[in-house]
């Protein structure tokens, strides 16, 4: 909110005790201090140098390969490809589809792929107590050749929250996936920490990648809830 100085402000300028004097255009103003944005994670810093990697690439690309890029974006509808409705252009295209090539460890695409799309992935089972902590693909995919199981998680949340999925971020990534009981415990609790009975509730996406096209498929959702363990029955023959 910005507010008009007496004449005893005339010449401040500068922030002080969560305050701006400023002078824009001739008019002289004093508004509540602004600070920066708060400060990033390490796995956000980390993909925003992929695509500052990818985004540099892009302009040393040939008219060749631009003009592919381009002409491929023009014939792709962004919900099949990126799972968002609408056009996207060449560069759009190149920095999405590298972008998981990249981060999967594999090298920047400079021709277009051939596009084949990615299947949506089963129901996933998932065990979260204290004894265990586990994430499982209900089904086989039908060909998971170069493909990637990206599994994400929210921090532990209350019993109020019936909405947490867009707080979920990568915990692991596994390739090839079948349908043997993955554990994430130690990829989660190093992310999140330890979960409690006081904030039991996590949300989980799951998709799959092509690691050599960068596609995705479309997401999917669970929620598991962390319980403790019931104690072991006592053995009779060795109380």
Not at 69 to 95: E, M, P, R
Not at 202 to 219: A, D, I, M, Q, R
Not at 221 to 233: M, N
């Amino acid at each position: 909110m910005k507010y008009i100085p007496s004449i005893a402000f005339e010449e401040m300028s500068g922030s002080a005790k969560g305050v701006t004097a400023a002078k824009v255009k001739g008019r002289k103003f004093i508004k509540n201090r602004g600070y920066g944005g708060r400060i990033g994670t390490v796995d956000q810093a980390k993909n925003k140098g992929v695509m500052k990697m990818i985004t540099t690439k892009w302009k040393s690309l040939t008219n060749e390969q631009i003009l592919a890029w381009n002409k491929l974006a023009l014939s792709q509808d962004a919900k099949s490809v990126l799972g968002t409705k609408g056009k996207i252009s060449g560069l759009n295209l190149f920095q999405r589809l590298n972008f998981w090539v990249v981060k999967l460890g594999g090298n920047i695409m400079l021709m277009p792929p051939t596009l084949t799309g990615v299947e949506t992935p089963p129901t996933a089972t998932i065990v979260c107590s204290s004894a265990a902590f586990t994430f499982k693909l209900d089904q086989e995919l039908s060909d998971n050749g170069g493909i990637y199981l990206i599994i994400q998680a929210s921090e532990g949340q209350s019993n109020g929250v019936t909405r947490g999925y867009g707080k979920a971020v990568q915990i692991m990534d596994v390739e090839e996936p079948g349908t043997d009981a993955i554990d994430i415990k130690s990829a989660y609790e190093s992310k999140h920490g330890a979960l409690g009975t006081g904030a039991p509730k996590v949300f989980f996406k799951y998709f799959l990648v092509n690691s050599s096209t960068g596609e995705t498929s479309v997401p999917m959702q669970a929620l598991a809830t962390y319980a403790v363990a019931a104690a072991p029955e006592p053995d009779p023959e060795n109380p």
